[in-house]
């Protein structure tokens, strides 16, 4: 069989596939044509923009409902603290801490949610201490070690009432456990910032963050030196390069502003869930 031959024989099959095709198309328009959703969810532009699982339920909350909710989730959720009106910051951002630092820490501390004492020496702080401990029946103690906690003798004093106290030296052969068991965590701090109520820690290895952040109830230690005005104060205290009168900075800085709180499930605020639900700051020294 020659070439020729063989080129008209692929010629004809390929013309029959052809036809073959069309053929099937012809059949495939011929057939009524089914919609797949029957019921579209965009009939027509402008048209309410809703599923149809929606647009059936007459269950569903209409606007009106739905705005009166959120506006009972604010009301009940701004109860932690009393807001008061900022005042006028006027051109500059410095603010200062006004007559009396101590008691400006303490209103805006409350103003946030926490609580904040004046003791005058170590039995008085041993005193407001218990009274916290008391409040909650809590029997396990999480502290930190260093600054006030040691000068005071912290550990040995709370153990004398009854109570079960950790500290970090006792952490290092169980490192887990005392930290999610504790029910009650003291601190020292880094500084306070009166202007704005915050209790500023610094992580170190005798103060992990972990004993500010698990326990339901927060309690920190810090002497009238360790406040400042301003938050702009704290970070004049560092720097990254050598220079006089300034340290380099911790690793990690924690500020504590009031008892954790969210409010990203319907504008409803909730205290304690990513942190502590109180944090009470002693004052010592004034």
């Known amino acids: 069989m020659s070439s020729e031959a ?58 009106a409902a739905f705005l009166e909710r959120v506006r009972h989730a604010v009301t009940e959720g701004n109860r932690a603290g009393t807001v008061p009106q900022l005042p006028e910051r006027g051109h500059v951002g410095y603010q200062g ?99 704005t109520g915050t209790v500023v820690v610094a992580s170190r290895p005798n103060e992990p963050r972990s004993v500010s952040l698990l326990p339901p109830v927060h309690i920190a230690l810090a002497e009238r030196s360790q406040l400042l005005p301003d938050l702009f104060d704290l970070f004049d205290l560092f720097s990254p390069l050598p220079n006089p009168g300034k340290s380099a900075p911790p690793s990690c800085l924690t500020l504590i502003t009031g008892p954790s709180k969210t409010g990203d499930i319907e504008l409803r605020l909730v205290t304690g869930v990513h942190g502590p639900g109180e944090v009470h700051v002693i004052v010592c020294g004034t």
Not at 17 to 45: C, I, K
Not at 126 to 132: A, P
Not at 137 to 155: Q, V, Y
């Open 97 to 195: 801490a006004g007559a009396d630092p101590v008691q400006r820490f303490c209103t805006e501390l409350a103003a946030a949610g926490g609580k904040g004492y004046i003791a005058t020496d170590s039995t008085d702080v041993m005193r407001i201490i218990e009274q916290i401990v008391q409040a909650h029946s809590a029997k396990r103690m999480l502290l930190s070690r260093g600054g006030l906690i040691d000068r005071m003798e912290l550990p040995a004093k709370l153990s004398q009432l009854g109570l079960q106290v950790t500290t970090l030296d006792d952490v290092e052969k169980n490192p887990h456990e005392p930290f999610f068991a504790a029910e009650v965590g003291i601190t020292n701090v880094h500084r306070l910032i009166a202007e």
């Open 6 to 63: 063989l080129w008209l024989g692929a010629g004809r099959r390929a013309d029959v596939a052809a036809t073959a095709s069309e053929e099937r198309l012809d059949r495939v328009d011929a057939r009524p044509r089914q919609q797949l959703d029957a019921n579209p969810r965009f009939p027509r532009a402008g048209g309410t923009i809703l599923s149809r699982s929606i647009q059936g339920d007459e269950t569903m909350t209409t606007r």
